[in-house]
């Protein structure tokens, strides 16, 4: 009997190879007694979908140090979905995405899903953009984050597009059951824009932002007392060089920081600080191709870097998993997704106390997926350019 979670795994293939078979067995009834082509058609099917649930369980238990993947929800009261983010909040793991009609639409508003129970509770609406009985805004990027000390934040984005959007913000003090009254963030101020803050061995909170209105442009808020007020540096990048958003922060063994993200220039960018952010250097290429589309990393508590992002620089499939010692050199640690149809992106990642790595992503638009991995059991190889 398929299992569960093989069944999951197996069902973007199921489904377009039922629809293969049942075009199939059409043209065999135009030649015969349909009962029997049908009789017969429907034990192929279950032959070749438990077939292919046997290749894709082995393909999957193949790649060393992927635990499980999972959909975080089956149905939902949304049919578009986009953007999410994951946190480990005392020991409970969270994950909010914005979804609605489609992006950009009034309705989007912000999601969120609790782990409870070894299973993901079902998705609720905890923040929207409605400014009025007669205007709503659509709402974009969530960020969870939670401080050393200090409730669990939720920072996100309202407006009409990503040029005219501004920073929001909620905390949750009881594992994100209930929240604060949303508060806009001071002018200037947008918050994490796509990947979590981190918070540094002072205990300032350092969040990744950029802008999109004037050209692309990275830069970085600052909270010293905890989130209660935030400072932002210029633009660390030359947009006729660079056009650059969404950084994700690195932390490294000699204290300084680096930077990657996405450009528009079909690769990786790498900025580096030596004054924990408050200065940066020149951007560069990382080497590693980018498609226009987000990424995210995290430094693994053995030292090492752990990168997802979509390895081309023309589509958001596939998505991949490397890992590097030093930032730089890069090596291939797995596959997440690799279909030519349709795109998986938008990695959010994190390392729970455990040592596990938790991955979400955008699921062609329809659904998020999180997977788990141990980062001790990855096989690295040379990544293939």
Same mark, same amino acid.
């Given at each position: 009997?398929?299992?569960?979670a093989?069944?999951?795994?197996?069902?973007?293939?199921?489904?377009?190879?039922?629809?293969?078979?049942?075009?199939?067995?059409?043209?065999?009834?135009?030649?015969?007694?349909?009962?029997?082509?049908?009789?017969?058609?429907?034990?192929?099917?279950?032959?070749l979908?438990?077939?292919?649930?046997?290749?894709?369980?082995?393909?999957?238990?193949?790649?060393?140090?992927?635990?499980?993947?999972?959909?975080?929800?089956?149905?939902?009261?949304?049919?578009?979905?986009?953007?999410?983010?994951?946190?480990?909040?005392?020991?409970?793991?969270?994950?909010?995405?914005?979804?609605?009609?489609?992006?950009?639409?009034?309705?989007?508003?912000?999601?969120?899903?609790?782990?409870?129970?070894?299973?993901?509770?079902?998705?609720?609406?905890?923040?929207?953009?409605?400014?009025?009985?007669?205007?709503?805004?659509?709402?974009?990027?969530?960020?969870?984050?939670?401080?050393?000390?200090?409730?669990?934040?939720?920072?996100?984005?309202?407006?009409?597009?990503?040029?005219?959007?501004?920073?929001?913000?909620?905390?949750?003090?009881?594992?994100?059951?209930?929240?604060?009254?949303a508060?806009?963030?001071?002018?200037?101020?947008?918050?994490?824009?796509?990947?979590?803050?981190?918070?540094?061995?002072?205990?300032d909170?350092?969040?990744p932002?950029?802008?999109?209105?004037?050209?692309?442009?990275?830069?970085?808020?600052?909270?010293?007392?905890?989130?209660?007020?935030?400072?932002?540096?210029?633009?660390v990048?030359?947009?006729?060089?660079?056009?650059?958003?969404?950084?994700?922060?690195?932390? $490294?063994?000699?204290?300084?920081?680096?930077?990657?993200?996405?450009t528009?220039?079909?690769?990786?960018?790498?900025?580096?600080?030596?004054?924990?952010?408050?200065?940066?250097?020149?951007?560069?290429?990382?080497?590693?191709?980018?498609?226009?589309?987000?990424?995210?990393?995290?430094?693994?508590?053995?030292?090492?870097?752990?990168?997802?992002?979509? $390895?081309?620089?023309?589509?958001?499939?596939?998505l991949?998993?490397?890992?590097?010692?030093?930032?730089?050199?890069?090596?291939?640690?797995?596959?997440?997704?690799?279909?030519?149809?349709?795109q998986?992106?938008?990695?959010?990642?994190?390392?729970?106390?455990?040592?596990?790595?938790?991955?979400?992503?955008?699921?062609?638009?329809?659904?998020?997926?999180?997977?788990?991995?141990?980062?001790?059991?990855?096989?690295?190889?040379?990544?293939?350019?």
């Amino acid at each position: 009997m398929i299992g569960a979670a093989m069944a999951q795994r197996l069902e973007p293939h199921a489904n377009l190879f039922t629809a293969m078979l049942d075009r199939m067995q059409v043209r065999m009834n135009s030649f015969g007694d349909s009962k029997a082509s049908s009789s017969i058609f429907r034990i192929t099917n279950r032959r070749l979908l438990l077939s292919l649930a046997i290749g894709s369980s082995l393909a999957f238990a193949q790649q060393p140090g992927l635990v499980k993947s999972e959909f975080i929800f089956d149905t939902a009261p949304f049919p578009s979905c986009h953007a999410s983010t994951i946190v480990e909040s005392k020991g409970a793991l969270l994950c909010a995405w914005f979804g609605g009609t489609a992006e950009r639409n009034p309705d989007v508003g912000i999601w969120l899903s609790r782990f409870v129970d070894g299973r993901w509770a079902p998705p609720v609406e905890v923040a929207n953009g409605v400014q009025s009985t007669a205007l709503r805004y659509p709402t974009w990027n969530p960020v969870l984050f939670e401080p050393k000390q200090g409730s669990l934040r939720l920072f996100y984005k309202v407006g009409p597009s990503p040029s005219k959007w501004w920073g929001m913000e909620m905390t949750s003090d009881d594992l994100g059951r209930t929240w604060s009254q949303a508060r806009r963030l001071p002018d200037g101020i947008l918050g994490p824009i796509k990947n979590k803050a981190i918070q540094l061995s002072n205990g300032d909170i350092l969040a990744p932002s950029s802008r999109e209105d004037g050209g692309w442009r990275v830069h970085f808020e600052r909270s010293t007392d905890g989130g209660k007020t935030w400072s932002a540096t210029a633009s660390v990048n030359d947009t006729k060089e660079f056009q650059a958003i969404q950084p994700t922060i690195l932390v $490294h063994r000699d204290g300084r920081l680096q930077a990657l993200g996405r450009t528009r220039a079909n690769g990786v960018f790498s900025i580096w600080s030596d004054d924990n952010g408050k200065t940066w250097g020149k951007m560069g290429a990382l080497g590693l191709p980018n498609p226009n589309s987000g990424i995210d990393a995290v430094t693994l508590r053995d030292g090492r870097f752990l990168l997802v992002y979509n $390895h081309s620089s023309t589509a958001r499939t596939p998505l991949n998993v490397a890992v590097s010692s030093d930032g730089v050199n890069w090596q291939s640690g797995l596959t997440l997704e690799d279909a030519t149809v349709g795109q998986y992106s938008y990695p959010a990642v994190i390392q729970s106390t455990d040592g596990l790595v938790h991955i979400t992503y955008t699921w062609k638009r329809e659904r998020i997926k999180h997977t788990v991995i141990d980062p001790a059991k990855l096989v690295l190889k040379p990544i293939a350019h």
